[in-house]
């Protein structure tokens, strides 16, 4: 058996305009982001993998996305490490904090902003299924779960093009009919 390491990049889901007095850093998810973050929440309880730790932007936006994942996993949720520096971090900053992962951890959630989030998975994912790439290639919607496997090693050694594309779940993927 191959082990592998597994990340998942959740882009949060759609945004509150209305209150033009939020600060950017403040504002909820409207009512479309709120169905969308339950539906990716019970995808990724019912499909996995598990994370073993979520890396999350402090942003209200991306703590109300994660907050139904977190719920459905029950009492078998993972430690949580809200984070300053991924609010509207970089594809960049973003990798050097994956980078800093301790090495027992196997699957880390990673919830965030565009368009870091976005050109991570773009660099990472050097292989897939021809349908995830493109669809990666084309727009990494609101509330979307890229899912990336990586070879077993040290976190530090994660690089450009060494991911697998294993899976792209967009929330109207999810929410049809």
């Keep these: 058996m191959t082990l592998v390491k597994t990340i998942l990049l959740l882009r949060h889901a759609k945004s509150a305009w209305s209150d033009t007095?939020?600060?950017?850093?403040?504002?909820?998810?409207?009512?479309?982001g709120e169905r969308a973050a339950k539906a990716i929440g019970d995808h990724l309880a019912h499909h996995g993998p598990r994370p073993d730790l979520v890396l999350c932007s402090t942003a209200m936006r991306a703590r109300q996305t994660l907050?139904?994942?977190?719920?459905?996993?029950?009492?078998?949720?993972?430690?949580?490490?809200?984070?300053?520096?991924?609010?509207l971090a970089s594809e960049g900053n973003l990798l050097e904090?994956?980078?800093?992962?301790?090495?027992?951890v196997a699957t880390v959630l990673l919830v965030g902003h565009n368009d870091g989030i976005w050109r991570l998975a773009e660099t990472l994912a050097g292989r897939g299924s021809p349908a995830h790439l493109a669809a990666l290639q084309e727009k990494y919607p609101t509330g979307t779960l890229a899912t990336l496997e990586l070879p077993d090693g040290p976190w530090c050694d994660l690089a450009a093009g060494s991911g697998d594309l294993v899976a792209f779940v967009r929330p109207r993927d999810l929410m049809r009919g």
């Design 67 to 87: 907050a139904p994942v977190i719920k459905r996993l029950g009492t078998r949720a993972p430690p949580i490490a809200l984070e300053d520096t991924l609010y």
């Design 21 to 32: 007095a939020l600060s950017d850093h403040d504002r909820p998810l409207n009512r479309r």
């Design 97 to 104: 904090r994956l980078q800093a992962v301790d090495d027992d």
